[in-house]
Structures are given as C-alpha cells and as structure tokens.
C-alpha cells in the first residue's frame, strides 16, 4: 500500500482503470435509464436537463449509453488482447526455443502483418463476413500478434542467454521445460504491462472502427458510433461529441498510466 | 555499403511480394463470393456467371494472383465496378488529398515536437519539462478523429473560420485546398506530436550526457550551440525511427479524420468501397497503404545507414 502511494502514475491508471471496469460491469446490471429506450419528447436535452449527460436525437440518455459503450469498448479490447497475447507470446516463445530461420522467417512475417493497420484489415473483413464484434475482435487481435510476438522473443532471447538457462540446458533439461520452468516466469512482468498498454490502443483502436461503422452493429451503444452520430448535431448539441471521445481518452489514458506504473514497479530496468 | 544496401532491398522486394500475396490469399479465402457481394443477393445466376468470368473467378488462384500482379506491375489495378474507371486512375486521384495531408500533419508533429521535446530536456525536472510531459502523455490518449470533431465544433460552429469539411479541389487555388487541409493535419498531428516529443525528449537526454557534447561544451561552445549542434542531429535518429513505426497508425488516423472531414482522400476511397462492396479498388487500397508503410519503414532504414556510419558495420 505504501508502495501505491509512493507511486501517483500507478495509484492514478489504477484508480481510473478500477473505475472504468466497475461501470462497465455495472452498467450489465443497472444503468439510469434503458440505453436504448428512445424518447422522443426529450431529445437533444443538455447534460443535467434530462439525466446526468443529457439526451441524443432519439431522446436516449446519454450517460446510460456512455455506460453501456464502456462494457462493450472494454469487453472487445480484452477479448483481443487476450488473443493477440496469447498467440504472440506463444509464437515468441517458440521463436526464441528455435532461432535460426525459423526466427527469421517469423519476424518478416510480424513485419508484414504490422504494416497493414487494424482499420484496413477490419474493412476487408468486413465486406465478406459483415461487421459486427468479432470482425473487430479479429482484426485487432491479428495486429497484437507480431506486437506480443516481437516483445516476447527479444525478452525471452535475453533469459536463454543467462547462467541459470545453460546450467539447465547442460543437465539436459529440454526446451519446452525451461521456457515453462525459467523463460516464461522471467519475462511474465514484461509481457503484463504490454497487455496494459496494448489495451488502451485496442480501445482507441475499436472507437475508429465503430465511428466507421465497423464495430458492433445498433442498437448496441458503442463510444465511436455515439462520436459518429453525433457529427450531424455539432451546432445543436456540442455535448454528444463531447462525452464519448473524454469517455475514450479517460479509458485509454488511465490504462497507460496503469501500464507505466507497473513498468516502473515490475521491470525498473527498462524504464526510459 | 553497396552490398548491405542490395541486400536490404532484394528484402524489401521479397516482403512487398510476401504482402500482396498475403493479401489476395486472405481475400480469397474469406467466405463470400466476390461477384455475389458485388452485385447483390438480388442478382440472376446468369448475370452471376457472367460477372465472375468477367472477374476471372473461374480461373485457379495462381494464376488470378500473377495476372493481377503482372497487372499491378504495368501499373494496371483493374477496372473499379461502381466508378467505372481504372483503379490505378482513383489512387493517383485520392493520393493528391492523402498524400499532402499525410506529410502537413508529419511536419506539424516535427515542428512541435522537437523544440518542445528539445526545450523540456534543456530544463529536465522542470516546470517546463512536467507541463510538456503531461500534457503530451494526455494527447496520446485522444484519438485523432475526435481532434477532429472537436475543432470542427470550435473552428467551423462556434467561430466560423473554417469550412467544416470536404474539399475544395487544387483547381480552387492552393490556399483553398491547404486551408480545408489544416484542421484535418492538426487533428492527426496532435497524437503523433505527443508521441514525438517524449521520444525527442528522452534522446535529447541521453545524448547531452555523452562524451562528444561534454567535449563541445568544454571547448567553449555555449550551451545552446552545443545543444543545437551536437546533441539535437543526433537525437533525430529516433525520431526519425518513431515517424517510421508510427506510419501504420497514421495512416489508420488519416482513415478516420478523412472520414470525419469528409475529404476525397484514399482512407475515405477504402471506406466508400467498402459500404459500396467494391472489391478490386479494396484490395489495392489495401495493398497500396500496406506497401507504402513497408517502403517508409525501408527508407527509415536506409536513413539510419547515412544519419549513423555507425550502423553499417556489423548488419544482420
């Protein structure tokens, strides 16, 4: 505890973190009104003339979309994440276990997977499978790859080199043991704080795809969609452009911090 | 020099070819008929055939993927169904929004990032340096379209300076086009620029503690010029890396803000393509961005060769 209060990045990101999950996880089963109740009496109200953050074209309360929008922006971020991760760090791991050309030919394929953006790879997606989640979970998932997979091996190269890894290797432990016995547990610290920060690109990443339509279809409320929605009415109601896109930079924000301060805390080393 | 230059780009050749089969592969595999998401589900089974011969659908893979690479090679990217026109025509067309947007907004994060990363590291720990570093930590949170939205409201709405979006063409003169180019080339430049000036800033630093500055200062060069002379061309090289990684996602933002400003660029091309199913322009959309975030990437590369004479011994 004192170690959080010595640490204001991490106390921070963790704080604001907590706080997204938990109105994520609320908004499941509570939220001020239905989120897609439409009521048309009360549209384009102001924040505080109709619920906490006014109302949309379709008289929707704002706040209770917000509410919703963070459950499904955090639940596809982690989906993809915990894919992207996944696969990566396999791969890394593998990598590292084999070098040679195989190594080689893994990294030009992390290269060639990196340099086509998540948003392009989700309209190709898209124009075959339809959009919807899983195209968006898919398409992220796929560029965090070669991002996992990258950090995994140059973590786990490292480890292979170290005393401890040959004395193991001269007892004639195999491969697959000491990558689960000493490669694994020493570059875990590295590879939860990229999961941190990779989240907070992935829920900057899905906003960009449901603005353009790619995300999650409606009714469901979706931060890039409400930013979307709300260009007709910039003049009318600044207000419905404004919630969701702080809603976003809070969310990625509070993530980096968390994913910084664990830097700092798990693997002072690598500290810039 | 030479050899490690032919090297790097039979590899450069090698990955671009990688790429574009990559992508024909992943549009070929995908479940869904080309000619049926071209068309509709409405279509005649004849007018189907029809169109899939036209599109060559009924020959194997191979030999659609050398036909459309020999095509590419000749600098024909087919025929788009819903323009009627060459797709290697559309590209070029749209590049005249993308490309001068693209390089405004990497100019604008430059010249904001590396005084400001420059000036923080001068006075690192300071008030200045806190003020810089926070408030380009917050700007890599935001995300660019949203820039955009918010200087629509600000700039077009309340104040009335500035059109709200599309574009005027290059016909209507060059002011006209830069202006409806410039609040879309802030809105992507501010997170790039948060992004730069903690990398400028953290360089900048660790180059002012080497041997070579110590030695400029000692021989009498003021701080400034030491700084400017010494320690900021050498802080350049990550920076220029940065610009280099950083391309993929600014190419994702200009697909965004173009949509958001509603210019006729390429990431609003790749969009209307794929709201109106048109398949050939998406894939060489998609090609064409791809390919251009390998060559940067290789250029950043080859940069590094001549910025750091250092890097040319001892290559991989």
């Not at chain 1, 908004?27 to 619920?51: A, C, D, Q, R």
């Not at chain 1, 969310?251 to 830097?263: P, S, T």
């Not at chain 2, 004849?46 to 009924?58: C, I, K, N, S, V």
């Not at chain 2, 797709?87 to 907004?105: N, S």
Request: glycine share 10%.
């Amino acid at each position: 505890m004192r170690q959080l209060l010595r640490r204001p990045v991490l106390l921070a990101g963790l704080v604001v973190t907590l706080f997204l999950f938990l109105v994520a996880l609320l908004s499941l089963v509570w939220t001020p009104y239905p989120p897609s109740k439409m009521n048309i009496v009360h549209k384009l109200k102001p924040p505080f003339e109709f619920g906490l953050l006014g109302t949309d074209q379709f008289g929707r309360d704002v706040a209770s979309a917000l509410m919703v929008g963070a459950w499904n922006s955090l639940s596809t971020a982690l989906l993809a994440v915990a894919i992207g991760a996944t696969i990566g760090t396999a791969v890394g791991t593998v990598v590292a276990m084999r070098r040679g050309w195989v190594e080689q030919i893994v990294m030009r394929g992390c290269d060639i997977i990196f340099a086509v953006p998540p948003i392009l790879s989700a309209m190709m997606l898209g124009a075959f499978i339809g959009s919807g989640r899983f195209t968006a979970v898919i398409a992220i998932a796929t560029f965090m790859v070669p991002v996992f997979a990258r950090l995994t091996l140059a973590a786990a190269r490292q480890i292979w080199t170290r005393d401890y890894v040959a004395a193991a290797v001269g007892m004639g432990r195999s491969k697959l043991k000491i990558t689960f016995v000493h490669i694994l547990p020493n570059i875990s610290n590295q590879i939860i704080v990229q999961v941190t920060i990779q989240l907070g690109l992935a829920i900057l990443t899905e906003a960009g795809l449901s603005y353009l339509g790619l995300g999650m279809p409606p009714p469901n409320p979706t931060w890039g969609r409400m930013l979307a929605d709300s260009q007709t009415f910039l003049g009318q109601a600044p207000w419905l452009a404004l919630m969701p896109g702080l809603a976003i930079a809070i969310a990625v924000l509070g993530l980096n911090m968390l994913g910084d301060g664990l830097r700092d805390l798990l693997d002072p080393r690598s500290t810039p | 020099m030479i050899s490690i230059l032919i090297r790097r780009i039979l590899s450069l050749i090698v990955t671009l070819l990688v790429v574009s089969l990559l992508i024909f592969v992943v549009m070929d595999l995908l479940p869904g008929d080309p000619a049926a998401i071209v068309l509709g589900t409405s279509a005649s089974p004849e007018t189907l055939a029809a169109l899939r011969t036209q599109m060559g659908l009924d020959q194997p893979l191979p030999v659609r993927y050398l036909a459309w690479l020999w095509g590419v090679f000749q600098g024909d990217f087919g025929q788009s169904y819903t323009y009627g026109v060459p797709v290697a025509g559309l590209i070029a067309e749209r590049l005249t929004v993308t490309l001068p947007l693209a390089l405004m907004a990497v100019l604008m994060s430059v010249g904001i990032a590396v005084p400001l990363g420059v000036q923080a590291a001068k006075k690192h720990n300071g008030m200045f340096d806190a003020v810089v570093g926070a408030v380009s930590y917050v700007s890599i949170a935001v995300p660019a379209f949203w820039v955009g939205l918010l200087s629509i409201i600000l700039f077009s709405t309340l104040l009335g300076w500035m059109p709200a979006g599309g574009f005027p063409g290059w016909d209507a003169g060059l002011l006209a086009g830069l202006q409806a180019l410039l609040l879309p080339a802030i809105a992507l430049a501010l997170p790039q620029a948060g992004v730069l000036t903690r990398v400028a800033r953290a360089a900048v630093l660790d180059v002012m503690n080497e041997d070579y500055v110590r030695t400029a200062r000692a021989k009498g060069l003021g701080e400034g010029a030491a700084l400017w002379r010494h320690a900021v061309p050498n802080a350049l090289v990550p920076v220029v890396t940065m610009i280099g990684m950083q391309f993929t996602f600014l190419i994702a933002g200009a697909v965004l803000v173009e949509n958001v400003f509603n210019l006729p660029g390429l990431g609003r091309l790749a969009y209307q393509s794929l709201a109106q199913r048109d398949i050939v322009v998406m894939q060489d959309v998609v090609l064409f961005f791809s390919a251009l975030v390998i060559v940067v990437n290789f250029l950043v590369d080859l940069l590094y060769l001549v910025i750091d004479p250092r890097l040319r011994v001892g290559v991989r």
